[in-house]
């Protein structure tokens, strides 16, 4: 006799959570101690907000008028740190025009004489900035000036390079020199930034400078005008001239000497010093009004002639 397995059949069973046994909890005999509620934080942030009074910008400009003012006060003779200020200022609106003969002529490179040169006007910001003097308004002013003179000047060169095409816009080529980088856009874009602050405003700046120290600013009208196109054709375009003609590389670098190119250069170094002299007739000049903190020099050679 064979015995036959029964088949068991499984089933699921589903138990509730209520079925399964409790287990009963177990108490902690360890005292419980109940913390106190933490006070508030106290941050900065946690006052009343206070608005601060708005800076008026024309009570600055007013603080910063007066305060020449009452150095226009002082009467004394230049000391030897007045005369080193004097030349530091005529030497840093200089040094852009002259970087750049220095550097056809193979000497020292544009971009050298730039780093220094930007390095010596934070010298003199911080001077202006913590020992002000009377002839910072005029160095203010023959920027200005000479920035303006440039941009109208540029416009009857640019007209000639872009309109009449009868020479080449050497001012891009430049900005590369002051970059120390190939001939791209943003040189391009540096050599007329750089145009107009340091060669145009440097060259206001030495101009305004020198007229008030020989007294042009007491000659008339007409004289005064003359004298800054005189400053704008010699030494400023004589001495473009010669350094494109006596350096080595002077056209093959800058421009190439011919009818046109000098007559171009000519013309706009005399449009330059004509609206530089205009700018200058609009600044104090003559008597109690004149902002140079000292005698002419031109005055006092010839009261010591006399």
């Given at each position: 006799?064979?015995?036959?397995?029964?088949?068991?059949?499984?089933?699921?069973?589903?138990?509730?959570?209520?079925?399964?046994?409790?287990?009963?909890?177990?108490?902690?005999?360890?005292?419980?101690?109940?913390?106190?509620?933490?006070?508030?934080?106290?941050?900065?942030?946690?006052?009343?907000?206070?608005r601060l009074r708005p800076i008026n910008i024309g009570t600055v400009a007013r603080t910063v008028r007066q305060r020449y003012v009452d150095l226009a006060a002082i009467q004394a003779r230049p000391t030897k740190w007045d005369i080193a200020r004097v030349l530091l200022v005529l030497a840093l609106a200089s040094m852009p025009i002259l970087g750049i003969s220095v550097d056809?002529?193979?000497?020292?490179?544009?971009?050298?004489?730039?780093?220094?040169?930007?390095?010596?006007?934070?010298v003199l910001g911080a001077i202006i900035t913590?020992?002000?003097?009377?002839?910072d308004m005029i160095v203010g002013r023959g920027l200005i000036a000479g920035?303006?003179?440039?941009?109208?000047?540029?416009?009857?060169?640019?007209?000639?390079?872009?309109?009449l095409d009868l020479m080449g816009d050497f001012i891009t080529v430049m900005g590369s020199w002051v970059t120390g980088e190939p001939d791209t856009v943003g040189s391009a874009a540096v050599g007329y930034i750089w145009r107009y602050i340091g060669d145009g405003g440097g060259l206001g700046v030495a101009f305004f400078i020198v007229a008030y120290a020989l007294g042009i600013d007491r000659w008339s009208n007409v004289r005064a005008v003359l004298a800054a196109v005189g400053f704008a054709v010699f030494p400023t375009w004589a001495g473009l001239m010669a350094t494109v003609a006596l350096a080595p590389h002077g056209e093959e670098m800058m421009f190439p000497l011919n009818a046109a190119t000098v007559t171009i250069t000519f013309v706009g170094h005399v449009i330059f010093g004509l609206v530089l002299g205009l700018a200058f007739l609009k600044a104090p000049r003559g008597g109690a009004h004149r902002e140079w903190p000292w005698p002419p020099l031109l005055e006092t050679l010839r009261r010591k002639r006399s």
């Open positions: 006799m064979v015995a036959t397995a029964t088949p068991i059949h499984e089933r699921t069973v589903r138990l509730r959570p209520g079925d399964l046994p409790v287990r009963p909890a177990r108490i902690d005999a360890k005292t419980t101690r109940i913390a106190r509620p933490l006070p508030k934080a106290i941050s900065a942030f946690d006052g009343k907000t206070v056809v002529f193979g000497l020292v490179p544009q971009h050298v004489t730039s780093v220094v040169l930007i390095a010596l006007c934070a913590f020992a002000p003097h009377r002839i920035m303006v003179a440039c941009i109208v000047y540029d416009g009857a060169r640019l007209f000639a390079v872009h309109v």
